[in-house]
C-alpha cells in the first residue's frame, strides 16, 4: 500500500538513503562497465554487430539458451514431483522434506560442483560401478561436457523450483481435491483438472526463476564443462580476464542483463510475479 | 432429473476410532428413500464423519454401509456417485459456474451436446442461468451455495450429502436459503442427507433429524417428536431450550405419575403406551419455556408455581422470563407478548402454571 500525500512523501523518504546507496554502488558501476561494451575497442555498436556476424558468439548463446532450457524443464519436473510430495506428506514428514530440500543450498557450489566431478569423471563412482557390473566396457562420457554441466546445474536448481511450487500448492484448498473425487473424478483426473491448473502459478513461477538463474551460471558449467562447453558466464570472464577484450565481454553481459529484464517483462504480463516472489498480496 | 426415486441407506453399527478415540460408536441408521434426514450434533459428535464415511472419504474402522441393499463399504468416493455439497461450497476457482456444474459429467466422459443441456437444466433448477460465465469469487455466498447445489445435483446423484451447507451465511439468508433447500428437496425427490449443529436449522428442514453426541446416536426421528418427546437431558438442551425439574416418582398409574420435589408435587401425564417409571424412583423432567403460562388471579392449572421475576428480556415475539421459585429454584418461562399487557419488572411476584401433558420425563445423560 502506498501511501498518500505528506505521508507518502515521508515514506518515499525513509527509502531515500537506501536507493541512493544502491544507484552510487551498485546501478553506476555496472552502468559504467556495460557503457564499456559501445566505447571499446572504438566508440560505436561494432560489438553488438557480432552477435550477427561472428558464428563464435552465436554458438555461445545458443548454448547457453539450450542448456538452460533442459535444465528449466528437467527442474521443474524433478522439483514438481518433491513439491507433491511434500504437499501430500504429513506435517511432520513435511518438515523432514523440506529440510532435505534446503539442506544442498547451504552447501558451497563449488564443493557440489566437484563432488559430480568425483562422481561422474572416467574412474569416478558411476563410471566404476557400471564398468565392475559390467553393463559398459568404456567409460561413459558423463563430465567435461554438456551433460555433466546439465547434471550440476539441476542440482543446485532443484530446491528454487521446489519452493515456489510448493507455496502455490500449499494454497490449494485440499477440500476441492475431496470434492472433484465426492464428484467422480478418479485421483489421475483430480491431479489434471484441479491440481496441476491450480499449482500452474507456482509452476511459471519456478520456470521463470530457474532459468534466469541459470542464464548467469558460472562455477559449476566452468567446473562440469570443462573449458569445453562454454556458457554466456564463463565466456565473458575468458573475454574479459584472459583475452582483454572488454568491450566485447561487456557486450555479453549487456544481453545478459537484456535477456533477464526481457523473461521477467513477458512473465510479469502473464503472471503476478510481486506475490510469486514473496511480496504479499 | 427427471427420475425423482430417491434411494435407502442404511448403516450398520458403523464406528470410526483414531487410535483410542471413538469418533464414531455403533452408529446404525436407516434413511429412507427420498427422505431428507438431518444428522444433527454439537461439534465433535461424530456427525461430520459418518457423512464423510457415506461419501467414501472416511473408510469405517467396523460396520457397512449399504444403498438400496448393496453394500458400498469397500467404494472409493469417485465410485459412489453421491452428490456432495462441502462446507466453503469447494467449489474450483480457476472455473467458471457452467465449467463448475460440468465437471462430474466431464469426468463421466458424457458428450459436450449432452452436458451442455444437462448443466443449463441444472443451472435453471437453482435459478443461476445468467451468472453461467462468470468465476466463484465474483459470486455472492449465497450464489456461491447453489453453484455448489448444481455441481452436486447435476450428474444425478444417488444421494445428495451436505456438509453445513449454510453454516458461512449470514442469519437471514441462511432462513431464506433453508426455505429453497427444502423446496428444492420436493422438487427433485432424491434422498439428502444434511450435517449441521444448528438446531433451526435441523428443524425447519428435515423429514427426520438423528441426534449424535460423543459419537453415539441418542436419538432419532421426525423433528416435531424429537422436540415434543425427547428421550435424554441432552436431546431435550441441544434441541430447543428447556427446564429440568428432578424429584421422586409417587403415585405411579398407567398414563401418568407425579414428581415429588421437597414439599411440591408435579403432576405428569403420560402419552398412551409409555410405561411410567416405577414408585420411589428418581425422575427427571424437561419441560420447555413456552410451555409455561403465567396464571391471572383466580385460575388454576395442572400445576401451579409460585415465584418471582428474577431478569426478562424482550425479544420482540414475546417475553424470556428467568423465575425464582422457592420450591424448584430458577425456572425459564417464555410469554407471547401480544396477546397480554403483561409488563414485567425485576421482583415481580407471578404464578406460573403448566399443564400435566407439558412436562416430559427424560434420561440422564450416560456419562
Redesign the interface.
Known amino acids: 500500500m502506498t501511501g498518500t500525500g505528506r505521508a507518502g512523501v515521508g515514506w518515499w523518504l525513509l527509502i531515500l538513503p537506501a536507493f541512493a546507496l544502491l544507484l552510487a554502488f551498485y546501478i553506476a558501476p555496472i552502468v559504467q562497465v556495460l557503457a564499456i561494451s559501445v566505447t571499446d575497442p572504438e566508440p560505436g555498436l561494432g560489438n553488438y554487430e557480432r552477435i550477427f556476424t561472428s558464428g563464435a558468439v552465436q554458438r555461445v548463446i545458443l548454448t547457453t539458451l539450450r542448456i538452460c532450457a533442459i535444465t528449466t524443464v528437467l527442474a521443474l519436473l524433478l522439483g514438481y514431483a518433491i513439491a507433491y510430495a511434500i504437499t501430500l506428506a504429513s506435517p511432520r514428514a513435511r518438515g523432514w522434506w523440506v529440510l532435505a530440500v534446503l539442506v544442498p543450498l547451504w552447501i558451497s557450489v563449488l564443493v557440489r560442483a566437484f563432488a559430480w566431478v568425483t562422481l561422474l569423471r572416467r574412474q569416478g563412482l558411476v563410471n566404476n560401478t557400471l564398468m565392475n557390473a559390467g553393463m559398459i566396457s568404456e567409460p561413459l562420457p558423463l563430465v567435461w561436457n554438456e551433460f555433466g554441466i546439465i547434471v550440476g546445474m539441476v542440482h543446485y536448481m532443484v530446491p528454487f523450483a521446489v519452493l515456489p511450487m510448493l507455496a502455490s500448492m500449499r494454497e490449494i484448498?485440499p477440500?476441492?481435491l475431496?470434492?472433484?473425487?465426492?464428484?467422480?473424478?478418479?485421483r489421475f483426473?483430480v491431479f489434471r483438472?484441479?491440481f496441476l491448473?491450480?499449482s500452474m502459478p507456482g509452476i511459471i513461477a519456478a520456470g521463470v526463476l530457474v532459468f534466469i538463474f541459470s542464464l548467469g551460471f558460472y562455477i559449476t558449467p566452468a567446473i562440469l564443462g570443462g573449458g569445453k562447453t562454454l556458457m554466456v558466464a564463463e565466456w565473458i570472464s575468458l573475454q574479459i580476464l584472459d583475452l582483454i577484450r572488454w568491450g566485447l565481454g561487456t557486450m555479453m553481459a549487456t544481453m545478459l542483463v537484456v535477456a533477464i529484464l526481457v523473461t521477467l517483462a513477458v512473465f510479469s504480463r502473464v503472471v503476478d510475479l510481486r506475490r510469486i516472489f514473496g511480496a504479499g498480496g | 432429473m427427471s427420475d425423482a426415486r430417491g434411494h435407502a441407506l442404511s448403516l450398520r453399527e458403523v464406528s470410526k476410532h483414531y487410535g483410542s478415540f471413538a469418533a464414531v460408536e455403533r452408529v446404525s441408521l436407516e434413511v429412507g428413500q427420498g427422505e431428507f434426514l438431518t444428522l444433527l450434533g454439537p461439534s465433535g459428535s461424530g456427525k461430520t464423519t459418518i457423512l464423510m464415511a457415506v461419501?467414501?472419504?472416511v473408510t469405517p474402522t467396523a460396520g457397512s454401509i449399504l444403498l438400496d441393499g448393496a453394500d458400498i463399504t469397500p467404494l472409493?468416493?469417485?465410485k459412489r456417485?453421491?452428490?456432495?455439497v462441502?462446507?466453503?461450497y469447494?467449489l474450483?476457482?480457476?472455473m467458471t459456474v457452467v465449467e463448475n456444474v460440468a465437471?462430474?459429467l466431464?469426468?463421466?466422459g458424457l458428450s459436450r451436446a449432452d452436458r451442455d443441456a444437462k448443466v443449463r437444466a441444472a443451472l435453471d433448477l437453482v435459478q443461476l442461468g445468467q451468472f453461467a460465465d462468470r468465476l466463484p469469487k465474483q459470486l455472492s455466498g449465497g450464489q456461491q451455495q447453489r453453484v455448489a447445489l448444481a455441481?452436486?445435483l447435476v450428474?444425478d446423484p444417488n444421494l445428495l450429502?451436505l456438509d453445513e451447507p449454510l453454516s458461512a451465511l449470514d442469519k437471514k439468508l441462511r432462513a431464506e436459503l433453508q426455505e429453497e433447500l427444502k423446496a428444492l428437496h420436493r422438487r427433485v425427490g432424491r434422498t439428502f442427507i444434511n450435517v449441521t449443529h444448528d438446531q433451526e436449522e435441523a428443524l425447519s428442514m428435515s423429514d427426520r433429524i438423528a441426534i449424535l453426541n460423543h459419537g453415539k446416536l441418542i436419538q432419532h426421528g421426525a423433528p416435531g417428536a424429537l422436540y415434543e418427546r425427547p428421550r435424554t437431558r441432552f436431546v431435550a438442551d441441544f434441541l430447543g431450550k428447556s427446564n429440568f425439574l428432578d424429584g421422586t416418582v409417587r403415585d405411579s398409574r398407567p398414563g401418568g405419575f407425579a414428581l415429588e420435589n421437597g414439599a411440591s408435587r408435579l403432576a405428569v401425564a403420560l402419552p398412551d403406551g409409555e410405561a411410567p417409571p416405577a414408585d420411589g424412583t428418581r425422575s427427571l423432567l424437561s419441560l420447555r419455556p413456552e410451555k409455561i403460562d403465567l396464571l391471572p388471579e383466580g385460575q388454576s392449572a395442572d400445576n401451579v408455581l409460585e415465584g418471582r421475576v428474577v431478569s426478562w428480556a424482550y425479544l420482540g415475539t414475546g417475553f424470556s422470563l428467568r423465575i425464582a421459585t422457592e420450591a424448584l429454584g430458577e425456572i425459564r418461562a417464555n410469554l407471547p407478548a401480544w396477546r397480554s399487557a403483561f409488563a414485567p419488572t425485576e421482583g415481580l411476584p407471578v404464578r406460573l402454571g403448566w399443564d400435566a401433558r407439558a412436562a416430559v420425563p427424560v434420561a440422564e445423560d450416560a456419562p
Open positions: 484448498d477440500r476441492l475431496a470434492a472433484a473425487r465426492g464428484l467422480g473424478a478418479t483426473e483438472r484441479v491448473p491450480l | 461419501a467414501g472419504f472409493p468416493p469417485e456417485n453421491f452428490g456432495m462441502f462446507q466453503g469447494a474450483f476457482p480457476h465437471f462430474p466431464r469426468v463421466r455441481r452436486a450428474f450429502l
